[in-house]
């Protein structure tokens, strides 16, 4: 077994480089440094996006959410998909329709919940991917999707 002292001999010019560069001055200071400013100039595709072009294309409200980033759809027939974000599905995901929380009416979870609003109706849809929140409902690990109706977008 070595002797402390020889371990310490061993480290002692990388413990001498350490304080020397703790200790050297700052090269610039700080009011010399100036950041520039980074302006990122773009188009919103806007028929990719808009809610009324995703009504148009299927009668599953679901399919609205394909374009979302983490999102993804579990096909479950015509009517309405499951939504699957980052992986979590079914009970790991809250839902509310219009401020009501909805969960499947079915003890096989085989219809999802957005399947009780008809993707012509739909307003907004709101994702949110990570930890629910208590003061939204909590509950839910994965993910929380708001759906407001047409008519209630517009009267708020």
């Given at each position: ?23 050297a001055p700052v090269s610039a200071p700080a009011a010399e440094v100036q950041s520039e400013e980074i302006v990122v100039k773009g188009t919103v595709n806007a028929t990719q996006g808009s809610i009324e072009s995703k009504r148009l ?100």
């Amino acid at each position: 077994m070595k002797n402390t002292n020889d371990i310490l001999l061993k480290f002692k010019p990388l413990a001498t480089l350490l304080v020397s560069l703790a200790m050297a001055p700052v090269s610039a200071p700080a009011a010399e440094v100036q950041s520039e400013e980074i302006v990122v100039k773009g188009t919103v595709n806007a028929t990719q996006g808009s809610i009324e072009s995703k009504r148009l294309k299927s009668s599953d409200t679901t399919t609205m959410l394909e374009d979302t980033a983490g999102v993804n759809v579990q096909s479950a027939g015509g009517v309405s998909g499951l939504p699957v974000i980052n992986g979590l599905a079914d009970d790991r995901l809250l839902i509310a329709v219009d401020n009501m929380l909805v969960c499947s009416a079915c003890g096989n979870h085989m219809n999802p919940p957005l399947s009780y609003m008809p993707s012509s109706s739909v307003g907004n849809i709101y994702v949110n991917s990570c930890v629910v929140p208590v003061s939204k409902g909590g509950d839910s690990i994965g993910g929380m999707i708001h759906v407001e109706s047409a008519t209630a977008a517009l009267c708020c």
